[in-house]
């Protein structure tokens, strides 16, 4: 893999913005495509313009996580979100997270570890090097977005609070900020937001710690200043705005599997053979991607990663594991 070099002028500084995001998006595809040899090269760093306001948070592109599939306009990424702190509409979020404070941040990380701590949020980002990875979202409501996130596996953090012998469960807890976040009012879902992984689930590589999106910090609609990204699950398991990450040896309860226990399952993972109960999820749209007569996509087991984290599961019937 190339190497990022600080002292290198940055892509930003040298091609007018348009021109490299269009590159980096051409690389992206090329790659993929077994033709990345010859633009090898160009593919060192990804650096993003600041023309949204956002700090660049520069990273090292990860090839081994690249999709052919063309990402979703940064626009679309940061205006249709679904946080429901901030309140049920896609525009909610982007109108009012603005308002929420991430400066000062920490993250406990507690329960059945060694080594428990408190790590403040430029220790967080000064614990690995940051890389980027194209990842499918698909939210369980129907719709999927393509996104360059920049963070690092979460496993590098979980081991180094050294998990214990009865390390089984890894749950995060979300902030609750009641002066600027007036979905907290609403009875709609168990608060704080909580989510859940079982510990293969969360120490495989593509459980990503993330920190930014398309080079830059994230917005706080997405989640800032750090929240979870699963790509092989249902959105709802990659928790955004993240306080606390607790190891557990029972199964913990996420928001979602308290409220409607008969539609949300522990593990959503993204199976279009299984139904929601008011719904199929056998296809899927593709936001930022045509208008309202493109057809549908077709949802890919476990969202395309059924390579890599399909064996995770072997043996289990997913339809009652859903
Ligand atoms: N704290 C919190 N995290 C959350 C949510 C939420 O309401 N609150 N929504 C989830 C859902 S349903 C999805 S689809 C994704 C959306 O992430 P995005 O807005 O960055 O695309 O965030 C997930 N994380
Ligand atoms: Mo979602």
Excluded at 63 to 71: E, F, K, P, S
Excluded at 231 to 250: D, H, L, M, N
Aim: one cysteine or more; glycine letters at 8%.
């Amino acid at each position: 893999m190339a190497s990022y070099r600080f002292n290198q002028p940055k892509p930003s500084e040298i091609t007018p913005e348009e021109v490299w995001v269009n590159r980096r998006r051409f690389i992206s595809a090329g790659v993929a495509a077994g033709a990345g040899v010859a633009l090898a090269g160009l593919a060192d760093v990804s650096v993003a313009n600041t023309s949204a306001g956002g700090r660049d948070l520069p990273a090292q592109v990860n090839r081994d996580y690249l999709l052919m599939d063309a990402t979703t306009p940064e626009k679309d990424v940061t205006s249709y979100n679904n946080f429901y702190e901030f309140g049920l509409d896609k525009s909610d979020p982007s109108r009012y997270a603005g308002k929420m404070v991430t400066d000062p941040w920490s993250v406990r990380v507690e329960g059945e570890v060694g080594k428990p701590g408190t790590f403040g949020l430029e220790e967080l980002l000064a614990l690995e090097p940051m890389q980027e990875r194209v990842y499918r979202l698909r939210c369980v409501e129907g719709w999927s977005m393509v996104i360059p996130w920049v963070g690092y596996s979460l496993a590098s953090l979980l081991k180094k609070v050294e998990p214990t012998g009865n390390a089984k469960y890894v749950e995060f807890v979300t902030d609750m900020q009641p002066d600027v976040m007036p979905g907290l009012r609403s009875r709609v879902l168990e608060w704080p937001y909580r989510e859940a992984l079982r510990m293969d689930e969360a120490m495989h590589p593509l459980t990503l710690l993330t920190f930014g999106l398309y080079g830059k910090v994230l917005p706080n609609q997405n989640g800032a200043p750090v929240r979870l990204v699963v790509p092989w699950k249902y959105g709802f398991k990659s928790a955004k705005s993240i306080v606390a990450i607790r190891v557990t040896e029972q199964q913990p309860t996420p928001s979602w599997v308290a409220v409607a226990p008969q539609e949300y399952g522990f593990y959503a993972n993204v199976n279009p053979e299984v139904r929601h109960p008011r719904w199929s999820q056998a296809t899927e749209r593709r936001i930022g991607e045509g208008g309202f007569f493109t057809p549908r996509r077709p949802t890919l087991m476990f969202n395309g990663y059924a390579d890599q984290v399909a064996s995770l599961y072997s043996g289990m019937d997913l339809a009652k594991n859903y």
